[in-house]
């Protein structure tokens, strides 16, 4: 009950205050200072139909372009765009909800790029949230010094030894699309890659990271899609080596979470393109103003 009253005022008041820094910087920001040099990037998880749609009717309303991932592409090697107003949409880890969307992607006529991960596909689940929700119930000894706020920084070995034993508490109540939802989506969207297991790359060695590359691009194409040469860090992780290795890839774009516009000039590569946040549960004008990218410029997340 208190963790629901603490939500609501937390939305009130983050909608208060991106409706004030909406109005005075963040539609200056979206209106004036975008231009065919820069495309607006933004991302999401599992929004509401409200969410998303709200965000969709102010782009298409400002006569925003959404481009395909392959007509993303196109811009970003000519470093320039067909119109001042170009926006990029993407999504992470093809949760459930993402169904929902389909009526809007159609109504609007827009559409937008999937990063899956075949493995989280396969289990329905995204790990590192599996393995905070189930916790508690693992043995002692396997959690022995690990608080589950530290699940994030666990070796690949040691966090998906708890994956695995997590796996084994109960039945798994499926929160990802299945490989058939995936391919009936992917009629309405790009496919990229979100590795093959969505482990915390920059926790894992070399070996690990290539095949996580490899691997992923492998298995989409035996489900009869592709990759498209894109890849989305799985939690916006990464380090310089992080881009070495995608560049031993077939990979030619990789995404990050920099709460930033692309800017062409820029970008020192390929393998670090931004895009900013918008989470699922915030009102309008929170999301406008992270948007906009004023918002992460004030407060931190
Ligand atoms: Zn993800």
């Not at 909406?22 to 040099?37: C, H, P, V, Y």
């Not at 708890?162 to 084994?168: D, F, P, R």
């Not at 989470?279 to 406008?288: A, M, Q, T």
Request: hydrophobic fraction near 40%.
């Amino acid at each position: 009950m208190i963790e629901i009253i603490r939500k609501a005022i937390r939305k009130s008041l983050g909608n208060l205050f991106g409706l004030v820094l909406f109005q005075f910087f963040g539609k200056r920001l979206l209106l004036s200072k975008l231009d065919q040099n820069k495309i607006l990037s933004i991302y999401f998880h599992d929004p509401s139909v409200e969410v998303f749609e709200t965000l969709i009717k102010w782009l298409v309303k400002h006569n925003f372009e959404i481009v395909t991932l392959k007509e993303f592409q196109k811009y970003y090697d000519k470093k320039k765009c067909k119109h001042k107003r170009t926006a990029f949409i993407s999504f992470d880890d093809a949760w459930l909800g993402n169904l929902e969307l389909l009526d809007v992607l159609k109504k609007y006529d827009v559409s937008i790029t999937l990063f899956a991960a075949p493995k989280s596909i396969i289990d329905g689940q995204i790990w590192l949230n599996f393995v905070r929700r189930r916790f508690m119930q693992l043995s002692e000894e396997m959690t022995d010094g690990i608080k589950v706020e530290d699940i994030k920084f666990l070796s690949f070995s040691k966090a998906f030894e708890l994956y695995e034993a997590a796996k084994e508490k109960g039945e798994i109540q499926r929160r990802i699309m299945t490989k058939s939802q995936l391919l009936d989506f992917a009629k309405f969207a790009c496919i990229g890659s979100h590795t093959m297991n969505h482990p915390i790359l920059t926790n894992c060695k070399d070996d690990i990271v290539l095949n996580e590359f490899n691997e992923s691009e492998r298995i989409l194409k035996n489900w009869g899609l592709t990759s498209n040469e894109s890849l989305a860090y799985p939690n916006g992780s990464y380090n310089e080596n992080t881009v070495t290795l995608i560049g031993k890839t077939n990979y030619k774009y990789a995404f990050t979470t920099k709460p930033k516009f692309i800017e062409f000039s820029s970008q020192k590569n390929n393998f670090e393109i931004p895009r900013i946040c918008i989470p699922d549960g915030f009102g309008k004008y929170e999301n406008l103003a992270r948007m906009s990218s004023v918002w992460t410029k004030i407060f931190k997340d």
